[in-house]
C-alpha cells in the first residue's frame, strides 16, 4: 500500500522559519513510520515563489540575474536546513518549475473551456501577508489581520472568479467525514461555509501583479497565488490534466494522501482546494493535518521585534539534528505549542540526556568489559528474562503512529519517552552491577541490550542518525528501508562492542543563556 505526505510549500520571504522545520520533520517522521510499517511512501515539500509578497522582495533586487540569485539563495538555504535536520523528502517542487507551469495552465483553461469562470467587478480589504481578501469578521479590533498585524489594503478591480457555493453541500459531507479534518478547525470549517461560500477570485491583475502565471485565456491577468500553489500537491506526483485518465501510480498515491499544514492555511486548504479538486473531478486527500502554532514562552507569537525567536539553524548547530527532530515531533500537535531555546534544553537533558542516553550508556561500557573479550555472547535466557523481552515486543506493535490523527506523532513520542523509562526501570531491577555470577552478569546485560535495541528500532523514525548508530554500535543493520518485524532477542553473536560516546551530554545552563 501507498501513502503520499506532503507539507506547504513555504514563502521564501525570509530565512526558513522554525515552523517550517517542525511542519516538515512531522512530515518526515511519519514518512520514516509508514515505511517501517510496510508502506511505500512519498513525501513533497518545496517553496511558494509567486505571488505578490514575493513580487515586492523581487522588485526591490533590480535585474533578472539578482533576482534568480536570491530565489536560488532562498532554494539552498532551505534544502540545507532540511538536510542538516536528517529530512529525506522525495519531491522539492517550487512554483517557477516549468511542469507545474503548463500544469496549472492546463488546468486554467480547461475551468475557463467548462465555463466555471465569470467575471466582475471586485472590491475588498486584501492582506498581503496572507495573500487572501479579508471580511470584516477577519481582522481584530484595529481593523488589522491578527496574524501580521497590518492593515489590508483596499482594492477595486475587475477580476475573473470561481463559483464555490455550488458544492457547498458536498464539501460539508466531505467536511464532517471522521478524520478528513481534525478539530478544532474541522468546526470551525463547517460553520464558515453552512450558510455560503463567497466565490473565490482567481485573478490578479498584471498591473499590480506580474509574478504569476499568465491565464491562458485572459493574458491581462495573472492566476492567483492559492490557485496555483495548491496545485503543486498533485503536479508533484505527476497528475496531468490533458490526459483522460490519470497513472495507476497517481491514483495509488493520491487516493492516501496526507497534507500537513499549520492553522494559518486552514481555509485554502479545506474550502479552496477540496473544491478545485472536486470540479477537477480528483478526488480530495484522504486527510488534512492541521497543527497550532510554534509560540514563544507564555503563548506570545514569536516575532522579531519581542526577540523570541527561535532560529532552527542556530538550534541544530547547539542540540544537534536528532535533538530538535525530537523536540518538535513531541511538541507539535493540533493546538498551539511553546518553544525557546529554554525548552529546547530542559527537553534535551530531561528526556534524551537522563532517560534515552545515560540508562544505554552505562549499560553499554559494562557490558563491553563484562563480555568475553567485548563480543556479544550466545543468549540463554532466564524464562523471566524471556517473558520479560517479550512483554517489551508486544508492548511496541501500536506504538507507530498509524496516521488518522495529526496528534499521534506526538503521542508516539511520548510513548517511547515512556518505554525508555521502563527500560530504566528494569535495569535498576536486575542491577548487573551487583551480579557476582559472570555468566548471569553477561545474560542480564545481555538482556538489557536487547531491550534496549528494540526501543531504538522503534525511535528510528523520530532519531535516525542516533539509532542507526546504537543499532550499529549493537551489530545489527539497519537503514529503516522496509518493514520492521521486531523479534525479542536475536543480537548477532560475536560481534565485538566497539568503543562508543555518549549519545547525549547533558548541557549546563549558561550554555543556553549565552545564545543571542
Ligand atoms: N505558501 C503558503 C503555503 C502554500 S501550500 C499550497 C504559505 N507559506 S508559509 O511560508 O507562510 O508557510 C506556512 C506554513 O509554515 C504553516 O502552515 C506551517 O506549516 C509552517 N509554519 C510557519 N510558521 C509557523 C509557526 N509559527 N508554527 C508552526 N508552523 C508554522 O503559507
Known amino acids: 500500500m501507498n501513502k503520499y505526505i506532503t507539507t506547504p510549500i513555504y514563502y521564501p520571504n525570509d530565512k526558513p522559519h522554525v515552523g517550517h522545520a ?30 505578490q509578497k514575493m513580487q515586492t522582495i523581487l522588485d526591490s533586487l533590480g535585474g533578472q540575474a539578482m533576482k534568480k540569485s536570491y530565489l536560488d539563495g532562498k532554494t539552498a538555504e532551505f534544502t540545507s536546513l532540511f538536510a542538516r535536520l536528517g529530512i529525506d523528502y522525495d519531491i522539492f517542487i517550487k ?22 469562470f465569470f467575471k466582475k467587478n471586485s472590491e475588498g480589504m486584501y492582506c498581503v501577508g496572507c495573500e487572501q481578501f479579508k471580511q470584516k469578521d477577519d481582522l481584530d479590533e484595529n481593523g488589522c489581520c491578527p496574524d501580521h498585524k497590518t492593515k489590508p489594503v483596499y482594492y477595486s478591480e475587475e477580476n475573473w472568479y470561481f463559483k464555490l457555493d455550488n458544492s457547498r453541500e458536498w464539501l460539508l459531507d466531505l467536511l464532517g467525514k471522521e478524520n478528513f479534518i481534525n478539530d478544532p478547525y474541522k468546526k470551525e470549517m ?46 508533484a506526483i505527476g497528475f496531468d490534466c490533458k490526459k483522460e485518465k490519470q497513472s495507476i501510480e497517481f491514483n495509488n498515491y493520491w487516493n492516501n494522501s496526507i497534507h500537513l499544514l499549520a492553522k494559518d492555511i486552514v481555509k485554502p486548504h479545506s474550502i479552496f482546494w477540496t473544491i478545485m479538486l472536486h470540479e477537477l473531478g480528483v478526488n480530495a486527500p484522504k486527510h488534512e493535518f492541521i497543527h497550532g502554532y510554534l509560540v514563544g514562552e507564555g503563548g506570545v507569537k514569536m516575532s522579531k521585534s519581542l526577540g523570541n525567536g527561535v532560529d532552527p539553524n542556530k538550534l541544530v548547530d547547539i542540540f544537534g539534528c536528532d535533538a530538535i527532530r525530537w523536540t518538535l515531533t513531541k511538541i507539535i500537535n493540533k493546538n498551539d505549542a511553546e518553544l525557546s531555546y529554554k525548552s529546547v534544553f530542559d527537553i ?28 556479544i555472547p550466545k543468549a540463554n535466557f532466564s524464562a523471566a528474562q524471556k517473558a520479560h523481552l517479550k512483554a517489551v515486543c508486544e508492548s511496541l506493535k501500536n506504538i507507530l503512529p498509524a496516521g488518522t490523527h495529526i ?27 551487583t551480579i557476582s555470577d559472570i555468566t548471569q552478569k553477561q545474560q542480564s546485560l545481555l538482556c538489557i541490550l536487547e531491550h534496549t535495541a528494540m526501543l531504538f528500532n522503534i525511535t ?57
Open 22 to 51: 517542525a511542519t516538515t520533520i512531522v512530515c518526515d517522521v511519519l514518512k520514516k513510520s509508514f515505511t517501517l510499517q510496510g508502506y511505500k511512501v512519498k513525501t513533497s515539500t518545496g517553496l511558494d515563489e509567486h505571488g
Open 95 to 116: 512554483t517557477t518549475d516549468a511542469n507545474h507551469i503548463e500544469n496549472v495552465t492546463n488546468i486554467l483553461q480547461k475551468f475557463y473551456d467548462e465555463g466555471k
Open 190 to 235: 463547517i460553520n464558515l461555509v453552512k450558510d455560503g461560500i463567497p466565490d473565490l477570485c482567481i485573478s490578479r491583475p498584471i498591473e499590480r501583479v506580474w509574478h504569476g502565471i499568465p491565464l491562458p485565456f485572459d493574458k491581462k491577468y495573472v492566476t492567483y497565488v492559492w490557485f496555483d500553489a495548491l496545485i503543486n500537491y498533485i503536479t
Open 460 to 516: 528510528y523514525p523520530i532519531m535516525p542518525g542516533t539509532s542507526k548508530y546504537v543499532l550499529d554500535l549493537l551489530g545489527e543493520k539497519f537503514d529503516g528501508n522496509e518493514k520492521l518485524e521486531l523479534t525479542p532477542w536475536g543480537l548477532p553473536v560475536g560481534v565485538v562492542l566497539k568503543p562508543a560516546v555518549p549519545l547525549f551530554q547533558r548541557k549546563k545552563e549558561d550554555e543556553i543563556s549565552q545564545i543571542k
Open 407 to 433: 496528534d499521534q506523532t506526538s503521542m508516539y513520542a511520548k510513548n517511547v519517552l515512556e518505554q525508555f523509562r521502563n527500560l530504566n526501570l528494569f535495569i535498576d531491577q536486575e542491577k548487573p552491577w
Open 348 to 375: 534535551f537533558n530531561n528526556d534524551l540526556a537522563n532517560t534515552i542516553g545515560n540508562g544505554f550508556f552505562r549499560m553499554y561500557t559494562l557490558a563491553q568489559k563484562t563480555f568475553d573479550g567485548g563480543a
